[in-house]
């Protein structure tokens, strides 16, 4: 997130980057321990597909479908949890739709 890392806040610098430091050490844990599970495969069931939308894209027709990458649904490294957000776009339109992110101006890179 290097927009949000580039802002400064005076007074509250140090015990950001405390809290920032501390929060990487507890995602780069819980990566190690979700990458050390079985994942669930994405399955092809005949006429039914179940995927993971998370990065990907689809068309239908002249209207294109895009998923985000997880998001943090608070501050950066929160424990609260994860959304991703939905994009429709068709022509000059597009629609941004995410469950809650606790606005976008909490991180800034996700406002960008």
């Known amino acids: 997130m290097p927009l949000s ?3 400064k806040f005076g007074n509250y610098e140090a015990r950001r980057r405390d809290l920032l430091k501390r ?5 780069v844990q ?3 321990k979700w990458n050390s599970r079985i994942t669930i495969p994405e399955i092809d069931a005949g006429r039914v597909k179940f995927k993971f939308p998370e990065e990907k894209e689809f068309y239908f027709g002249t209207t294109r ?20 957000a939905t994009i429709v776009e068709r022509k000059n339109e597009k629609l941004i739709h995410s469950s ?6 909490i991180i800034e890179d996700y406002a960008e």
């Not at 929060?23 to 995602?27: D, I, T």
């Not at 809650?100 to 101006?105: R, Y």
């Open 5 to 7: 890392q580039s802002i």
């Open 23 to 27: 929060g990487r050490k507890w995602f």
């Open 30 to 32: 819980r990566v190690k």
């Open 65 to 84: 479908l895009r998923f985000t990458k997880p998001l943090f649904h608070g501050i950066e490294f929160s424990k609260v949890g994860w959304v991703f």
């Open 100 to 105: 809650d992110l606790n606005g976008p101006k």
